[in-house]
């Protein structure tokens, strides 16, 4: 268990998502363990994005929502939007992923709530460049970082993932097979989870990944990935 403390870091949401099955195709089996957590939405399924219709909304069959509840939870869903959760599908906090599995998930296997915490000087960063054109709404971890509040207290740090930020959050490092590269360059392993298990380490990457060519363009960063009960724990 990493000794972080959660309130040195600023919040830029929290997602409800499933773990990765990791690509031999792609992924070095050397370094990554068989199941990845991530935030990256190149890799991983997320809930709640853009579920304010039938189409979007039969994603939540994969989330453990039973199609019986979907008129119910696009009325809920619409009613949240912009208030409580911003785009695509960032929760402004731990309690409306709550909500949302007691109200209408009925089978919770490998479901994992996630905050998305970055340091101070990264989340400056981000925000001074990295606002959406006028012509465009802005992202939902935009609008946390712009906040300034601290990662929601009660979770526990599993580790840091490198993620580009150009259109709202967009690529893991890990879908860019940067494991083996890191690895050889800088000396890193990833941890059981699949993430980088220093601030040090993911920085390292980070810079790597901003100097290359060979990536997708966007701010690269260290998140800090923080898992939280899927259900309210008692006081």
Do not use: K
Not at 53 to 73: D, I, Q, R, T
Not at 91 to 101: C, G, K, L
Not at 151 to 156: D, E, K, Q
Request: include cysteine; proline fraction near 7%.
């Amino acid at each position: 268990m990493l000794t972080i403390d959660a309130a040195d870091y600023v919040a830029g949401g929290y997602i409800l998502t499933r773990r990765v099955a990791r690509d031999d195709a792609h992924h070095s089996a050397d370094l990554l363990p068989a199941w990845i957590v991530s935030a990256g939405p190149c890799l991983a399924d997320m809930a709640l994005e853009y579920w304010w219709n039938e189409a979007n909304v039969a994603e939540a069959a994969g989330f453990g929502v039973p199609e019986s509840s979907w008129p119910e939870l696009i009325s809920w869903y619409t009613e949240q939007f912009e208030t409580s959760i911003g785009a695509p599908g960032i929760a402004r906090s731990p309690d409306v992923i709550h909500e949302f599995i007691d109200r209408f998930v009925t089978d919770r296997t490998d479901l994992t709530s996630l905050g998305l915490g970055l340091a101070p000087e990264h989340a400056r960063e981000l925000i001074d460049n990295w606002r959406s054109p006028p012509d465009r709404g802005e992202y939902g971890v935009f609008e946390m970082l712009e906040r300034g509040v601290s990662l929601h207290p009660g979770g526990t740090a599993l580790g840091y993932e490198v993620i580009s930020y150009e259109y709202g959050l967009e690529h893991s490092w890990l879908c860019n097979s940067l494991e083996t590269l890191a690895h050889e360059r800088l000396g890193v392993t990833p941890n059981e989870h699949g993430l980088l298990a220093s601030a040090s380490e993911a920085a390292a990457v980070a810079d790597m990944a901003n100097d290359s060519d060979a990536v997708e363009p966007g701010l690269w960063l260290p998140w800090l990935l923080v898992t939280y009960p899927l259900i309210p724990t008692s006081p």
